[in-house]
């Protein structure tokens, strides 16, 4: 089978609804002009965007946390009064 083909071949894919999740994906895509299919499906792929863009747990603080004290130097940067020179201009 060519890869178009493959690509563009369906599976069934059912599940079991109450009432209540049926009337919500019905609500949905009531209110976004769709196919109730085509309401879910843009949630899923909503869904994947969102996580590849979000940033891993933890803070920067938390992943250098290990390097904090062991360079020379001030301990806030800020200190150098030139850094600040026509800030708010």
Same mark, same amino acid.
């Given at each position: &089978?060519?890869?178009? %083909?493959?690509?563009?071949?369906?599976?069934?894919? /059912? &599940?079991?609804?109450?009432?209540?999740? %049926?009337? %919500?994906?019905?609500? !949905?895509?009531?209110?976004?002009?769709? *196919?109730?299919?085509?309401?879910?499906?843009? !949630?899923?792929? +909503?869904?994947?965007?969102?996580? *590849?863009?979000?940033? %891993?747990? /933890?803070?920067?603080?938390? +992943?250098?946390?290990? !390097?904090?004290?062991?360079?020379? /130097?001030?301990?806030?940067?800020?200190?150098?009064?030139?850094? &600040?020179?026509?800030?708010?201009?």
């Amino acid at each position: &089978m060519s890869a178009t %083909k493959e690509k563009n071949k369906t599976v069934w894919f /059912g &599940m079991k609804l109450t009432p209540e999740q %049926k009337e %919500k994906i019905r609500t !949905l895509a009531r209110r976004r002009g769709v *196919s109730q299919k085509r309401a879910v499906m843009d !949630l899923i792929e +909503r869904e994947f965007r969102e996580e *590849s863009i979000k940033a %891993k747990p /933890g803070s920067i603080y938390e +992943r250098t946390k290990d !390097l904090c004290g062991v360079f020379e /130097g001030p301990g806030d940067l800020s200190t150098n009064s030139k850094y &600040m020179e026509g800030y708010g201009q």
